[in-house]
């Protein structure tokens, strides 16, 4: 099935972008791929997205340059904020990006208005998310209402429409979508930290995180890791 409407999908090069993506394609959108080169730590990811964006048959991907290590304030994007390594902890972690999903989502949106998309795509997960409040359903909620306050379209009666279908999943429920809609899994990039030779560091939140998706889904891990990641 193919609509005349295509979808703007953020695609970061990791594995819920991917799947979210892959759903996107399954509703049957073509797919406007966007993905945010930031100055980024683990920049590695980009190559990830171009990858994504391929196998998916985007019909367009724009990977964007805008420097947030100029701001710095994250582990992500300042060099000399160490990436933790000791599990997932209860508190925001120093790997949240000052309003990164705010800008990420901002920046989609206006793609969104010029192609006459009215469908985003986000591979956002509440739960296994690692406690980033950029990542909540009332975040979403909130910026779908600022969209049509803030856009021609929405002012005019086309409400833009905010997609986040990974919203509710474990991260064991994302491996068994992909693995349900036939992707090549392996194609995606989920660490912080990047580890010589191009691995998985295998101990970041991340990797943790991604590597208990796939033994809980029953689902063989394609990550080449540095360390096997222990429990989060």
């Known amino acids: 099935m193919t609509t005349q409407t295509p979808a703007v999908a953020l695609i970061s090069g990791g594995l819920d972008s991917m799947v979210s993506a892959a759903l996107a394609r399954e509703a049957g959108h073509p797919l406007l791929a966007l993905s945010i080169d930031y100055n980024q730590r683990h920049h590695i990811e980009l190559a990830a997205a171009r990858r994504v964006a391929r196998a998916l048959g985007?019909?367009?991907?724009?990977?964007?340059?805008?420097?947030?290590?100029?701001?710095?304030?994250?582990?992500?994007?300042?060099?000399?904020?160490?990436?933790?390594?000791?599990?997932?902890?209860?508190?925001?972690?120093v790997t949240y990006v000052p309003a990164r999903n705010t800008i990420f989502l901002s920046l989609a949106?206006?793609?969104?208005?010029?192609?006459?998309?009215?469908?985003?795509?986000?591979?956002?997960?509440?739960?296994?998310?690692?406690?980033?409040?950029?990542?909540?359903?009332?975040?979403?909620?909130?910026?779908?209402?600022?969209?049509?306050?803030a856009t021609k379209a929405g002012v005019e009666g086309q409400p833009?429409?905010?997609?986040?279908?990974?919203?509710?999943?474990?991260?064991?429920?994302?491996?068994?979508?992909g693995a349900r809609l036939g992707l090549d899994m392996g194609l995606s990039w989920s660490c912080y930290d990047p580890a010589p030779g191009?691995?998985?560091?295998?101990?970041?939140?991340?990797?943790?995180?991604?590597?208990?998706?796939?033994?809980?889904?029953?689902?063989?891990?394609?990550?080449?890791?540095?360390?096997?990641?222990?429990?989060?």
């Open 109 to 149: 949106l206006g793609w969104a208005e010029a192609a006459g998309a009215r469908d985003l795509y986000l591979g956002i997960n509440a739960l296994d998310y690692s406690g980033y409040p950029d990542c909540r359903p009332e975040f979403i909620a909130a910026f779908e209402q600022l969209a049509d306050l």
């Open 58 to 93: 985007a019909t367009r991907h724009i990977v964007l340059p805008i420097d947030l290590s100029a701001f710095g304030g994250s582990a992500l994007t300042d060099e000399a904020i160490a990436v933790p390594k000791d599990g997932v902890g209860s508190d925001i972690p």
């Open 160 to 177: 833009f429409r905010f997609r986040a279908p990974l919203q509710h999943m474990t991260k064991a429920d994302i491996v068994r979508e």
């Open 198 to 232: 191009a691995q998985h560091c295998g101990l970041c939140d991340s990797c943790r995180l991604r590597h208990k998706g796939f033994e809980e889904a029953g689902v063989a891990d394609p990550t080449v890791y540095a360390v096997t990641p222990p429990a989060p």
